[in-house]
Each structure stands twice: as structure tokens, then as C-alpha cells.
């Protein structure tokens, strides 16, 4: 199927893709980053634009750099240039733990960190990393930039705080230098989306939690923090008995009416998966954590 006719540009600045979503804010708008959930859409149907600007080619959009205390990464990044910086993976463990589940490399080629996050699906892999990492979404508009703390960007399905006016230019990470990122995910078989994925974030000293963040997509409609699962590790030992006891507290706190609930999986099963998926992402922190220190 093909898409219907529509107006095509090309920003080359941040200030020319503003310019052109403010010229054209009484039509239908969409911005095109790596393509790989838009393209689809307008080609079944489920997206019909009057106008596209593509925001790929914005140079100040790519990139990674380390930025103070923590890691910038241009919203236009894609996930290939991510896994292929040794700055993402020092300092943003657990994203680019995620980064490295999407897709297959033909995707990671072309899809960009900014476009996942905008396009707010839940059952997309960076949510609960994001979330995990604590990340800043840094968003520009008319009226200049604004720093969007991750916990308040995702509002549901396909939806998040960025306003019709706005698009998201960079994301900022804290340094987490000191601890281990890990991302497990049951994947879709029929697309490899994540049924449900979960996001670790734990730092120890020695064999103490000292602090820990856990993120899952795919469960609700939009991402989430699993507080029943960082509070379960919060100044315990990094063990097995640990792991379990917070794994089995992965749903705690949430609506299980609003779980997601369709042909692959039932609400029901979802809840099971994300207790067992949390229990394989905090597993692997504890194979990867600093080992005790040696007695004197």
C-alpha cells in the first residue's frame, strides 16, 4: 500500500524544523527521524500526513559526548553510532544494555534514540531504560529549550509531555560510570518488540545495594519505575535471596487492570513475565557487580 500525497522538507537546523512546524501547525504534521515506526504507519493506513519534515540530517541532533557529570546524546543518534561509543557504555550502562536488544542491525543502522522515545510505543526497548537511567528529555520550542525529567515525559500509549510545537533534540544522561546497566526482554516473536523488558541499574559497595533503578516497558501503556523493586534492593546484599525477594515485587504498585492485554499475552501473563524478567535483569547484576572488598 502506498501512502497518500503529502509535502516533504528537509530541516537543516533545529530553528528551521520550528520554523516549519510553526508554518504548518493547522495540518496534519509529522516528523521523521529514522523512519522505522512512521514508515510503516503511512504505508498501512494508520498515519496520513499532509506534511513530513525530516529532522534526520540536523547534524547539532547526532552524537554522543560526555557533558560534566553525566552523557548528552543527540535525539538524532542512531543505535548503532550509541553501542559504537565507549562514553555511552561507560556512562549509560542500562541504555545502552537496551539499545543493543533493538532490532537487528539493519534497524540499529537506522533507527535513532530520539525517535524511539518520541514515538512513546510501550512495547519499544528504551522507555524503562530511560526511566532506569533517570534521563532528562531536552526538548526545543518557540520559546527556546526545556528540561523534561524522564518520570514525567511518557503519559500512555504514543503519547508523552513533548507539546505539537516542539521536538526533542537531545538526551541527558547522569553518570552511572560506577554501576551495572542490564536490560532482559521477552521478545514478540512475530515482531521482536518487547512483550515486556526490564531495565537495571545498580551500583554497590562491595556486596551492599548502595542504589538501584529499575525500569520496565511493555506492561502498561507506557513506561514505568518499579519502586517495589529499588526499595526491596535499597542497602540490601546483592544475592540471591535479593534478587528474589525483589523480583517478586516487580508489579507491586501498579494498576493490574491497566496491564496490557492482547493476542500475544494476557495481563495475566504479562504480570508473570515481568516478575520473571526482573529477576533475569538483576541476575545478571549480580554475575557483572564489584566483587566484596579483600579483609585485611
Not at 537487528?104 to 526497548?125: F, I, K, M, Y
Amino acid at each position: 500500500m502506498f501512502p497518500d500525497e503529502l509535502d516533504y522538507y528537509e530541516a537543516s537546523t533545529v530553528d528551521e524544523a520550528l520554523e516549519l512546524l510553526d508554518e504548518h501547525s493547522m495540518q496534519e504534521t509529522e516528523l521523521l527521524a529514522g523512519g522505522h515506526s512512521l514508515l510503516p504507519a503511512m504505508k498501512s493506513g494508520l498515519s496520513s500526513p499532509d506534511v513530513l519534515i525530516d529532522i534526520g540530517n540536523i547534524d547539532a541532533m547526532h552524537g554522543v559526548s560526555v557533558d560534566g557529570d553525566g552523557l548528552s546524546i543527540g535525539a538524532m543518534t542512531r543505535y548503532s553510532d550509541l553501542l559504537a561509543s565507549d562514553a555511552a557504555r561507560e556512562h549509560a550502562p542500562a541504555l545502552t544494555a537496551a539499545v543493543a536488544e533493538v532490532g537487528d542491525t539493519q534497524v540499529r543502522n537506522r533507527g535513532t534514540v530520539g525517535g524511539n522515545l518520541a514515538h512513546a510505543d510501550p512495547a519499544s526497548d528504551l522507555p524503562g531504560a530511560a526511566l532506569a537511567s533517570d534521563a532528562t528529555l531536552v526538548a526545543a520550542g518557540p520559546t527556546g529549550e526545556r528540561e523534561i525529567p524522564v518520570d514525567e515525559f511518557f503519559f500512555g500509549m504514543y503519547a508523552t509531555a513533548l507539546d505539537p510545537d516542539e521536538l526533542l533534540v537531545r538526551v541527558e544522561v547522569p553518570s552511572a560510570a560506577d554501576a551495572v546497566g542490564t536490560y532482559a526482554k521477552k521478545a514478540s516473536p512475530s515482531s521482536g518488540y518487547a512483550m515486556v523488558g526490564v531495565a537495571a541499574l545498580v551500583e554497590t559497595d562491595g556486596d551492599t545495594v548502595r542504589s538501584a533503578s529499575v525500569g520496565a516497558n511493555g506492561v502498561l501503556d507506557h513506561g514505568v519505575r518499579l519502586k517495589g523493586v529499588e526499595d526491596e534492593l535499597a542497602g540490601a546484599t546483592l544475592d540471591a535471596d535479593t534478587v528474589e525477594a525483589a523480583a517478586s515485587r516487580a508489579s507491586e504498585g501498579l494498576d493490574s487492570g491497566m496491564m496490557l492485554s492482547d493476542l500475544q499475552a494476557s495481563a495475566e501473563f504479562r504480570e508473570r513475565l515481568l516478575e520473571v524478567y526482573t529477576k533475569r535483569a538483576l541476575q545478571e547484576t549480580t554475575g557483572r557487580a564489584d566483587p566484596p572488598a579483600a579483609a585485611d
